[in-house]
């Protein structure tokens, strides 16, 4: 069957260090890998995609990385900041036009 | 822009009951999408339109489901004789025409309680 598993439901961090979050899939093969932001009570808010072909993409402190051997990405947050608290969902965007989420890692940043 | 709105944004409703669900869209976002998202877990995709045309559905969306997009623009998504079971939230996203936009912008969801 299809999967989309994010290593832990919650991940505490110090401030200022790197988040590091993972995302492996099994049974898709997706064209496209999106990373979002999800506050409590609200919509998801798109930050990253990632081809298939690309290894590696970045923003501003944010990087993804994207093994399609491993069939995993990982996405990372340096000098992490407590205004990055949020859960953050890995999506998979398929040939097709749908978005299959991941069930989301909980990331907490300590001040 | 004013992003994508929905409404209501919190709906209490005793089981049995009809639910109707809009959702405004990005103004030029020709690319409508519904999911349900409960606790704890990731949104789950419902239905897709692109313009007024239902492309997808999921094979997990009840035949209680139906979802409507008449001219286009807005969405509507209704729940016939609601279930427990439906408690959730309920996204809208939309996206925008061209061949390299794929990210989805969402709205702030409906919150549905059947008690």
């Known amino acids: 069957s299809q999967k989309i598993e994010q290593n832990s439901e919650a991940l505490n961090i110090q401030e200022g260090k790197t988040a590091t979050l993972t995302c492996n899939y099994t049974?898709?093969?997706?064209?496209?890998l999106q990373w979002y932001r999800q506050d409590p009570g609200r919509g998801p808010v798109f930050l990253l995609l990632i081809r298939e072909n690309e290894k590696e993409k970045r923003k501003e402190r944010l990087k993804v990385t994207f093994d399609t051997t491993l069939k995993q990405s990982l996405f990372h947050i340096t000098a992490s900041q407590p205004a990055d608290s949020a859960t953050y969902l890995c999506?998979?965007?398929?040939?097709?036009?749908?978005?299959?989420f991941g069930t989301g890692t909980r990331l907490t940043v300590i001040p | 822009d004013t992003g994508v709105s929905q409404d209501p944004r919190h709906k209490i409703t005793k089981r049995g009951q009809n639910v109707t669900f809009r959702c405004d869209p990005i103004?030029?976002?020709?690319?409508l999408y519904w999911y349900r998202q409960t606790l704890g877990q990731g949104p789950e995709f419902l239905t897709y339109f692109q313009n007024e045309a239902q492309l997808e559905k999921s094979r997990l969306l009840s035949d209680r489901f139906s979802a409507e997009r008449p001219k286009g623009s807005f969405s509507t998504l209704e729940i016939q004789r609601t279930e427990q079971g439906d408690s959730a939230m309920y996204l809208c996203a939309s996206r925008g025409p061209g061949q390299g936009a794929y990210e989805q912008y969402f709205g702030p969801g409906t919150r549905l309680t059947v008690t």
């Open positions: 999506a998979l965007l398929t040939g097709a036009n749908n978005l299959f």
């Open positions: 049974n898709y093969s997706p064209a496209y």
């Open positions: 103004s030029e976002h020709n690319r």
